[in-house]
Nanobody, 122 residues
């Protein structure tokens, strides 16, 4: 599976952005997907994850209620809708994929995208 993240940009605090992660490979439909982020000077952290069929979603406490992860298996794409953005959400966002959801959540996914930068101005 190869992953291509897009949709990052500059937005004011309180604004919204939607990130997309397009996957290639025949096994996409059987993979759990997730989003991580790395802020300047900080460790990479888990943001959200979704099961292969979209039936289960998981979020970091810091984004719960503001971010929504979803997927469209017909388009081999996973999305991250980010609302009520805060300056502390500024980071490079990465998508990840693995056949095991637990592996995705743990940050040890087999497959990673290249990252897309989100900058939230105050």
């Amino acid at each position: 599976v190869q992953l291509q993240a897009s949709g990052g940009g500059l937005v004011q605090a309180g604004g919204s952005l939607m990130l997309s992660c397009a996957a290639t490979g025949r096994t996409f439909i059987s993979t759990a997907m997730g989003w991580f982020r790395r802020a300047p000077g900080k460790e990479r952290e888990f943001v959200a994850a979704i099961t292969w069929n979209g039936g289960g979603t998981y979020y970091a406490d810091s984004v719960k209620g503001r971010f929504t992860i979803s997927r469209d298996n017909a388009r081999n794409t996973v999305f991250l809708q980010m609302n009520s953005l805060k300056p502390e959400d500024t980071a490079v966002y990465y998508c990840a994929a693995d056949h095991q959801l637990g592996t995705v959540v743990a940050g040890t996914s087999t497959y990673w995208g290249q990252g897309t930068l989100v900058t939230v101005s105050s």
